[in-house]
């Protein structure tokens, strides 16, 4: 992936910022919102040496082989009040585009992962900036493992990876599924409040039905099956007291099954 070869599949785009190596396309994204970068406007990189991933953890982007980009978006006061609906925006995004493009079937992991297979193949970090209580900007940074390369080993990583190529069993033109990601996130987007893109979220959402462990972000554990989505995007677990818990953010663990006895 270089700059020409995106500048020619993204001709009209507002602005565009593309590096071969840097540490964290968010990071330059929050600071070019933070300057007034309009709305739509794109960093992408072919390097990351400081990906981040939520909750603090590390996101690995390997030169040549991945995704790695982040969408400066302007949202509007309708848009602000759902600010999860953006990881939302992007994972189904790219879910439409692998299986209208390539054929492939993928889930979604509450909150922001994309999983092929049951393995993660793509990770979304979104941020804000903020003026006040008024959200400014959101970056909708989103990783794609591409190529085999990209593929951390399972030792590596708290869940376990994969990529396109290897679930397509063909190579893949980085710039192509870029472009066609970036569409869909724009004709998607339009439909976000909307009680289809609910259900299409609800369609693919991995684990349901199933007994799974969630800790909140407050460090909270709770364990149980898997209900659904409710309808502000938030979790509903159903613990094994019968309590029905509506969570709004935390991280999802597969629960190994009880052995008999
Ligand atoms: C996660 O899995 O927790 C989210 C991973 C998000 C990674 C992308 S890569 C582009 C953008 N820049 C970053 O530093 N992170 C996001």
């Known amino acids: 992936m270089d700059e020409q070869s995106l500048k020619v599949a993204l001709p009209f785009f507002p602005a565009l910022r593309f590096f071969e190596s840097t540490g964290s396309t968010n990071d330059i994204a929050m600071t070019w919102a933070a300057q ?79 999983l092929i297979d049951h393995r993660k193949t793509a990770g979304i970090l979104v941020e804000a900036t903020w003026h006040g209580d008024i959200v400014q900007s959101v970056v909708l940074g989103i990783g794609v493992n591409v190529a085999p390369e990209s593929v951390p080993p399972d030792e590596e990583v708290l869940y376990p990876a994969a990529c396109v190529e290897s679930a397509l069993g063909k190579e ?36 349901q039905g199933e007994t799974v462990q969630v800790v909140e972000t407050a460090g909270v554990t709770l364990t149980g099956i898997l209900l659904g989505l409710n309808e502000d995007g938030s979790l509903r677990l159903q613990a094994e007291t019968g309590t029905i818990y509506s969570i709004q953010a935390g991280d999802i663990r597969l629960r190994p099954v009880k052995a008999n006895g």
Do not use: C
């Not at 006061?77 to 493009?101: N, P, R, Y």
């Open 36 to 114: 007034g970068a309009p709305d739509f406007s794109l960093v992408a990189a072919d390097h990351q040496s400081a990906g981040r991933g939520r909750l603090q953890r590390r996101w690995i982007t390997t030169a040549g082989s991945a995704l790695a980009f982040s969408l400066i978006l302007r949202p509007t006061s309708v848009e602000a009040e759902h600010l999860s609906f953006f990881t939302a925006l992007g994972a189904l995004a790219l879910s439409d585009v692998l299986k209208e493009q390539y054929g492939l079937i993928s889930t979604i992991k509450w909150p922001n992962d994309v």
């Open 172 to 207: 893949v033109n980085r710039v192509e599924l870029l472009a066609a990601l970036l569409e869909r996130i724009k004709s998607l987007r339009s439909e976000m409040r909307s009680s289809r893109f609910l259900a299409a979220w609800r369609d693919h959402l991995a684990f």
